[in-house]
C-alpha cells in the first residue's frame, strides 16, 4: 500500500462516515490553516446535476489554450485519487497530496469533520501556494452547504443543468435543488446559468441573483448556445461566435460549451476566439460518451464500437437517449435498434428513471453488480427495472467482460454502451482507458 493509500485509508476513518452537509467543520479548519481560501486567483465556482465536469473541461480547455496556468477541483476521481486535484495545469503527485492531506489532518487535532470536507481544505491548501491564474472549482453535492462554498468573492458563480438527484439532500422538488444549486451565488458577484429542462423554476435564479444584487446571465435570455449546419452559434456579451462543434460527443455539449464561454466574460484573462476554438477542439473528459478503441473489452467486439458513460441519474439517461436516437438514425444499424447496454448502477440511483429514456433505442440490456463496489445495485434490480420500462432482452451476467461476450455471441449491436455510474466507468478506464 503507498503512503497515499495508506493515508487515504486513515481519514477514511474519519467521522461523520457519511455526508453531512454543513460549513462549520470546512471554515474551522480553513481557520487553522490560515483561510487559504482567501489567497486564491480568480475562482469559477461550478454547480449543478449534470454538465458540471463538462463545462471545467471546456473551460479549462480554452483557459489553456490561451497560455494560463489553471487550478483544477473536480469530484468524484475515475481511476486515480489525484485526479480530483490540479495544481497550474498538472495533476498533484502522490507525495505532494500527502503533505497536503497530512498537514490538514494534523490541524484538524482529531475534532469532527468529513474525508470530502478534509480533501477539500488540503486542495484550498495547495492552490493557495502554487501560483495559477484562475482556480475552476466544482462542488462535490449541491452548493448551499458545499464544503466548497466557503469561497466568498468568486469571479462568477456557474449553475449548469439541474435535475432530480440526491434528493434525501436536496430536497425532492425541482424547486429545492435549484434553492440549493443558487446557494453558490454570491452578494454582487456575477452569476451563470446553463440550459436547464422545461421543467426548472427559473424564477428560484432569478428570485435569489436579485436579493444578492448578483449580476445574473441565463441560457436562453441573456446568451444562447444553439446548433448550426456547421457547430453552433454563441450570442450574448455583445458578441456573436460562430463555432465548430465541441470535441465532446452529445448535442448537450453545445450547452455545456456555451455556459464555459458565458462564464469566461467574466474573468479577469485575455482568452482570444482562436483559443475558444482551439480549447472545442482539444478538450478532454473521460467516461462521458467516450469511445473505447483498446484493452480486453474492445478486442472482445472487433466489430462494433464500444462506448462508456458515466451518466446515471434520469438527466444523464435523457442525454443517452438523444445521443441513442442520433446513432439510430445513422446507416448501419441492425434489428432497428441502434445499441446494446451494459448497465452497472449504485444503490443511491434509480435504474427505472435512469434508463426510460434509453429505452426505445436498445436491444439488449446486460445487468451486472459493479465490482468492488459495496453500493453497489444488485444486477437483478436492474434487470427488473429494464423490463419495467420495456426492454424485451434482459439478461444477467457476472461482471462486465461477461456481459459484452454474451451480447457479443448472439450478435452484437453497431454499438455497445456501458453506462449506469461513475464508479463502473472508472473501474472500466483503469483496465481499458
Known sequence: MSDLDQVLARLGQLHPKVIDLSLDRVKRLLDRLGRPQDRLPPVVHVAGTNGKGSTIAFLRAMLEAAGHRVHVYTSPHLVRFNERVRLAGNLVDDAG???????????????????????????????????????LLETGLGGRLDATNVVDQPAVAVVTRISFDHTQ?????????????AGIFKAGRPAVVGPQAADVPLSVFRDRAAVLAAPLAMAGAEWSAL?????????????????????????????????????LQHLPLTVQDANIVKGLATVEWPGRLQRLTRGPLARLLPNTQLWLD???????????????????????????????????????????????PIAPYVRRLAAISIPGEE???????????????????????????????????????????????????????????
Request: charged residues 20%; proline residues 4%.
Open 227 to 263: 446548433p448550426t449546419d456547421i457547430g453552433f452559434r454563441f450570442e450574448g456579451y455583445g458578441r456573436t461566435l460562430d463555432l465548430p462543434m465541441p470535441g465532446l460527443l452529445g448535442a448537450h455539449q453545445i450547452g455545456n460549451a456555451g455556459t464555459a464561454i458565458a462564464a
Open 310 to 356: 458515466g451518466g446515471h441519474n434520469n438527466s444523464a439517461g435523457e442525454v443517452l437517449g438523444l445521443q441513442a436516437r442520433a446513432w439510430t438514425a445513422l446507416k448501419g444499424n441492425r434489428d432497428g435498434g441502434a445499441l446494446d447496454l451494459v448497465v452497472g448502477m449504485i444503490t443511491s440511483k434509480v435504474p427505472a428513471d435512469f434508463l426510460r
Open 169 to 181: 439532500f436536496l430536497g425532492d422538488t425541482l424547486d429545492a435543488i435549484a434553492g440549493e444549486k
Open 97 to 135: 497530496l500527502v503533505t497536503l492531506l497530512e498537514r490538514c489532518e494534523a490541524a484538524n487535532q482529531g475534532d469532527p469533520i468529513t474525508i470530502f470536507e478534509i480533501i477539500t481544505c488540503a486542495a484550498f491548501l495547495g492552490y493557495s501556494e502554487v501560483p495559477a491564474d484562475v482556480l
Open 375 to 433: 453500493a453497489t445495485r444488485p444486477a437483478s434490480d436492474i434487470a427488473e427495472a429494464a423490463r419495467a420500462v420495456g426492454i424485451a432482452e434482459v439478461t444477467e451476467a457476472a461482471g462486465v467482460a461477461e456481459a459484452i461476450a454474451s451480447l457479443a455471441a448472439r450478435g452484437a449491436a453497431p454499438r455497445t454502451l456501458i453506462c449506469g455510474s461513475l464508479y463502473l466507468a472508472g473501474s472500466i478506464l483503469a483496465d481499458n482507458g
